[in-house]
């Protein structure tokens, strides 16, 4: 097996089992660290709004580091499937300004 090329292929192989301990529909927090900048928040949003379609504002929290210079956004969801968070997921590595996902 080769090495992935990149994050999503990363993510993509290491959740490559058909069983999961998971059984959906169950609550999932995603967490999201990027650098702080504006326009993060809405990228991130425009992800989660493909993927995940009664996302309310009350289930996501916003929090910036102690010294400022990155930002963490904790979107609580209720996933449907195992292949809705790994999409999901795999869409967030490869977004402009993420640097993790959690």
Known sequence: MSAPRNRGEHFARMN????????????????????VDP???????AVFARHVH???A???RERDSAEGNFVSITYSIVARSREQV??????LVATEGV???I
Do not use: C, H, N
């Open 16 to 35: 490559d089992s058909t069983e999961s301990p998971l059984v959906f529909p169950t609550d999932y927090p995603i967490k999201v660290v990027g650098r």
């Open 99 to 101: 640097l993790m996902v």
């Open 58 to 60: 009350d289930r996501i």
């Open 86 to 91: 790994t999409a999901l997921v795999q869409e």
């Open 54 to 56: 009664d996302l309310s």
């Open 39 to 45: 326009a993060l928040r809405s990228r991130v949003d």
